[in-house]
């Protein structure tokens, strides 16, 4: 049933690519880390069977439950790879060669990409390369 154009429609629909980046003007005594990437993909409960096939596809990643107490909102599940290796070797790899079809999701993997090199070199270390990165993110969806 996966096969690369199918998984690149889930992901134009209900993926994300995205990187939480600690606002450098702020403390976040709540965050210890500076800089997590993530991807994934959130789906109601009744279609949490996708999220297993997916993940078992990728051959990474988990599936986790998630409450939504807000009116009219379904309890979800979420598939997610926030493993940089996994992320590295594997996600990153697999969407440039099945890019997304959706501009917006384009520009979002293409942000990711360029964070996520950041991160490798380290730039979320010092003050100058964090505050850059937080300003990238911040063009992302």
Do not use: W
């Not at 990187?19 to 800089?35: E, G, H, I, Q, T």
């Not at 997304?100 to 520009?107: D, L, R, V, W, Y």
């Not at 070199?121 to 063009?139: I, R, V």
Request: glycine content about 4%; charged content about 35%.
């Amino acid at each position: 049933m996966f096969n690369s154009d199918y998984i690149v429609g889930l992901i134009d629909g209900e993926g994300s690519f995205t990187l939480y980046v600690r606002n450098p003007k702020k403390f976040d005594s709540k965050r210890r880390v500076k800089a997590e990437p993530r991807f994934y993909v959130k789906l109601v409960a009744k279609d949490k069977k996708i999220l297993y096939e997916l993940k078992n596809f990728f051959g990474c990643g988990n599936v986790y439950f998630q409450k939504d107490k807000r009116k009219n909102h379904q309890n979800c599940y979420r598939y997610e790879v926030t493993n940089r290796k996994d992320l590295e070797k594997i996600i990153i790899p697999f969407f440039k060669k099945h890019r997304p079809k959706f501009p917006s999701k384009q520009k979002d993997f293409k942000l990711f990409c360029e964070l996520f090199a950041m991160i490798k070199k380290e730039f979320h270390l010092k003050p100058e390369g964090l505050e850059k990165m937080y300003q990238l993110k911040q063009k992302m969806h």
